[in-house]
């Protein structure tokens, strides 16, 4: 037995090397730098071990499920390297599997607490214990959480797979600290880390007085459920829920797409239900717009719309897009470039909804157009990436990277922290965090960098597609 898992586990290696998943931990670095200056800016070294609860309590299960996506997602393409029909040990192929994903969340582990690790080392050295055990105590509950998602996104794929780990996150900050947290597998993960954070689950400081709940009884928990969930990865059988199958829509002549390829584009992005999604999206805002102050409306587009929306339509339209993209191009190379111009024409739309609905609401115009050229030019950004990121990688990395982004900027760039320097880092927030002095001028003046970096990159990534393809 030994040997056989030995084979799969070198075999597993092999798949993984060059992947997604191979890259992801080095996310760690990004999350530990977000963290220190968070710390350095607050002026307070013992805020770096709290700075840390941002991942902990937002990001912590999104990010184990994206590392079982990653891997569910390859296997699926690559039709699990053809072992499925050969004698192959199937407990052996997925005790490699959770091994080496296990392994991966260790090393994206260690790289963002080691940053915070590094600071407590330079700054108060009697931190460094406390930094290391979180680091070994998250490990331990993250685990637990990959192995739990893993089946969930063999059988379900990747956007439900996601979803259910966001709603995850959700629970277990919200039960933390309840009387029957017990009941909740998603809390024990949070839990386990508030008495080592010495917080409450909203990263509140405990108030003098107040006791952490008691480690060794949610550690025990977390034993078992990383224990159970692992054995489920392996043991359970893999399946996969049946398909809707949706009719065709009429092909479109090849003459078509020659003459036009920005209305072949918009024509093959039906397919996804993307233009349904859109109306749905701007009459939220509408919505939004009516029922609250203009300003709610503005941290909606900034704050949820920017990053979760762009990212959403890379990834459906992609979706769309990529299974003729070979032949498309080969019929009108011109349909590279009308893709990336289809991409920034709805992005520039929703900027324009989400600009005359404030403008309704009773917003100055001074202010609405500042909101707009700032909207626009973060969103051209960032669908730029995702669009990027979706080609070049999975639309699993892309949709987990896009919930990383979403904390990130709504904690930096729409707290306190928005008047501090580190408002520049939350770049989806700008169209409502850099509205003063310099601010607007600066952002404009990035995102024209990044435009002038993404662009030939994105086409780059196209011709590499193609040479894959």
């Known amino acids: 037995m030994s040997s056989v898992l030995s084979g799969s586990l070198r075999a597993e290696l092999l798949r993984t090397k060059g992947s997604a998943a191979m890259w992801l931990p080095l996310l760690g670095l990004l999350i530990g730098s977000v963290s220190m200056l968070f710390s350095l800016s607050s002026g307070t070294t013992g805020s770096a071990l709290v700075a840390q609860g941002l991942y902990i309590t937002g990001m912590a299960a999104p990010l184990s499920a994206l590392f079982a996506c990653l891997v569910a997602s390859r296997e699926r393409t690559a039709r699990s390297g053809g072992t499925l029909w050969r004698d192959y040990s199937r407990s052996a192929l997925r005790g490699a599997q959770v091994l080496v994903l296990a392994g991966l969340l260790g090393i994206f582990t260690v790289l963002c607490f080691g940053v915070t690790l590094a600071l407590s080392l330079a700054h108060a050295p009697g931190e460094a214990p406390s930094v290391i055990l979180a680091a070994a105590l998250c490990w331990l509950s993250q685990v637990g959480v990959l192995c739990f998602f893993l089946p969930l996104a063999r059988a379900m794929g990747t956007g439900i797979t996601l979803l259910a780990s966001v709603g995850w996150q959700v629970l277990g900050v919200l039960f933390a600290e309840s009387a029957r947290w ?194 626009c030019a973060t969103g051209f950004v960032l669908v730029m990436l995702w669009l990027w990121l979706t080609v070049r990688f999975s639309g699993a990395l892309t949709l987990g990277l896009s919930v990383v982004v979403t904390v990130v900027s709504l904690t930096l760039g729409g707290d306190v922290l928005a008047g501090t320097r580190l408002w520049v880092i939350a770049l989806p927030s700008w169209g409502y965090s850099a509205m003063e002095g310099t601010r607007p001028l600066v952002a404009l003046t990035i995102c024209a960098v990044l435009l002038a970096v993404l662009l030939p990159a994105l086409h780059r990534s196209y011709r590499c597609f193609e040479g894959r393809s």
């Open 182 to 375: 017990w009941l909740v597998p998603p809390a024990w993960p949070v839990r386990l880390l508030l008495p080592v954070l010495d917080t409450h689950a909203s990263l509140v400081p405990l108030a003098p007085g107040e006791t952490p709940p008691a480690l060794h009884t949610v550690l025990l928990a977390c034993v078992f459920f990383c224990a159970a969930s692992a054995a489920g990865a392996v043991l359970l059988p893999q399946v996969s829920l049946p398909r809707l199958t949706l009719p065709g829509l009429p092909a479109m002549r090849f003459s078509a797409a020659r003459r036009s390829p920005l209305l072949a584009v918009a024509l093959v992005a039906r397919r996804r239900g993307i233009y349904p999604l859109i109306a749905l999206t701007c009459l939220g805002l509408g919505y939004t717009a009516r029922a609250y102050p203009p300003i709610t409306t503005v941290a909606l587009s900034s704050f949820l719309l920017l990053p979760l929306g762009t990212a959403l339509l890379a990834v459906l339209s992609w979706g769309a897009l990529s299974p003729a993209w070979v032949v498309s191009v080969l019929h009108n190379p011109v349909f590279r470039r009308a893709t990336t111009a289809w991409h920034l024409g709805v992005v520039g739309l929703l900027c324009l909804c989400a600009a005359g609905t404030v403008a309704f609401a009773g917003m100055p115009l001074r202010d609405v157009a500042l909101h707009t050229v700032l909207w």
